[in-house]
């Protein structure tokens, strides 16, 4: 019965978004001033390397790093603080290779 069904393997990746390992390509997005230290097209040419080995993107979210290699999602807005976030916990999938 298991044979009817497809099967999937899932990678999960912490990306972290810095142009300074990506500045040729970020600049593109930036043409009329600097490039932000953290933008977000940094993490493209990664992902689109994952995507050339048959890896989707399912699923996107900025977390911050903890000192144990735990994450924070979310705001804590009940103490009027905001968590800005330059790494990006990223899952995806791809049919199994049998």
């Known amino acids: 019965m298991a044979d009817q069904y497809e099967q999937w393997e899932h990678y999960i990746e912490l990306i972290e978004a810095n142009a300074e390992y990506a500045m040729s390509f970020v600049q593109q997005f930036y043409p009329q001033g600097p490039v ?6 940094s993490i493209l040419p990664r992902l689109n390397a994952l995507g050339e080995q048959g890896w ?3 699923h ?7 000192n144990n290699g ?10 009027g603080t905001r968590q800005w976030a330059h790494h990006y916990l990223c899952s995806f999938k791809r049919r199994r290779r049998i």
């Open 36 to 41: 932000p230290i953290y933008a977000v097209q």
């Open 56 to 58: 989707e993107l399912v």
């Open 60 to 66: 996107i979210e900025p977390v911050r790093l903890g």
């Open 70 to 79: 735990d994450i924070l999602l979310g705001n804590d807005q009940t103490q």
